[in-house]
Structures are given as C-alpha cells and as structure tokens.
C-alpha cells in the first residue's frame, strides 16, 4: 500500500491538488506497477508563516521577491 505524504503552502487550487494526486498516481502505477486502487495520498497545506526555509519564513521570503 504506496502512502505518500505531501506538504505544500496553502494557496493550490482543487484543480492542481487533483492533478497531482493524477500524476503521482500514474508515476507508482507505471514505475513500480502499483494499483491505483492500492494508492494513498494525503495533501497537507500549511500556512507560509509556519513553513521556513533559507532561514525565513515563506511569508516573508515571498514580500522579497
């Protein structure tokens, strides 16, 4: 059972959310020859001021930019 866990900022349409779950589906069908029916995905969307990198908060980074 393929479990995949992904965590993105907030902000992703349903429609993108979607095609990700697709794609991701389709790469361990045709990769590794798993069931689709056997595929797990969970989506977690995490509000940029809680999601740090480069030694900055998202939310911040992105005022730069």
């Known amino acids: 059972m393929p479990y995949i866990h992904l965590q993105i900022t907030k ?7 979607e095609k ?3 794609e991701f589906t389709t790469t ?4 590794l020859g798993k069931h689709p029916e056997h595929i797990h995905i ?9 999601w740090g990198f480069a030694g ?3 939310d911040d ?3 730069q930019n």
């Open 20 to 22: 990700v779950v697709q």
């Open 61 to 63: 980074y992105r005022k």
């Open 42 to 50: 969970v989506i977690d969307e995490v509000e940029e001021e809680n």
């Open 11 to 17: 902000g992703a349409s349903r429609a993108q959310k």
């Open 28 to 31: 361990l069908v045709n990769v």
């Open 56 to 58: 900055m908060l998202t």
